[in-house]
C-alpha cells in the first residue's frame, strides 16, 4: 500500500542524519506513528525516526507504544537489505526500556540477523536515541513469500 508522501518541508523539519530517506510505503498505522526514514545499507540498514509532541506520553516522553512499533518495524531494513518477501509476520516481540526518549530526539534502530531459517527470522536491535541506548528489541518474524512483479 502506498504511504502518504511526506509534506513539504517536513523531512527538513525531521533533519534525518545522512544516507536516511523517507520509507515511500507504509501501513495505515506506520503512517500515524510516523514519518519513519530507512538507510539501506548492507553493513548498517537502519530505520528511525524523530520525536515529535504526538509521540509523547502525559509524562512528556516517547510513548512506549511508540518505541514498540519501531522496534517491530526494523524488520523494514532487513527486509530490503536481505531481499526477503514484503509481508514479515511478526511471531513474537520482548521489549526492555531502560532510557527515556525525548521530544526532537532521532530515534533509530539498526537491527541484527541473529539466526535465520527457511521461514522464521531472529533478530534483535537496540533503539538509540541521539545515540545513546534507550530499548533493547528481540523480535521473531515469519519469513514471507516473495510477490510477483509485473
Known amino acids: 500500500m502506498p504511504g502518504a508522501p511526506i509534506q513539504a518541508g517536513e523531512a527538513e523539519a525531521d533533519n534525518p542524519p545522512p544516507g536516511f530517506v523517507p520509507l515511500s510505503e507504509s501501513s495505515q498505522s506506520e503512517l500515524l506513528s510516523g514519518p519513519y526514514y530507512v538507510r539501506i545499507d548492507k ?3 537502519a530505520i528511525g525516526f524523530r520525536v515529535q509532541r504526538r509521540h509523547l506520553n502525559r509524562a512528556g516522553m516517547c ?3 511508540v518505541l514498540a512499533t519501531l522496534a517491530d518495524m526494523n524488520i523494514t531494513p532487513i527486509s530490503r537489505s536481505e531481499d526477503l518477501g514484503e509481508v514479515n509476520p511478526t511471531i ?3 521489549l526492555d526500556y531502560f ?5 526532537g530526539q532521532w530515534v533509530e534502530a539498526q ?4 539466526r535465520r531459517t527457511r521461514n522464521i527470522l531472529f533478530s534483535r536491535c537496540v ?7 534507550s530499548v533493547n528489541a528481540s523480535v521473531v518474524y515469519k519469513i514471507g513469500r516473495k510477490r510477483d512483479r509485473e
Open 92 to 94: 513474537s516481540m520482548t
Open 127 to 133: 533503539l538509540t536515541a541521539d545515540g545513546v541506548p
Open 63 to 65: 510513548h512506549g507504544g
Open 43 to 45: 553493513e548498517a540498514p
Open 99 to 103: 532510557a527515556p526518549v525525548v521530544l
Open 111 to 114: 537491527p541484527q540477523i541473529l
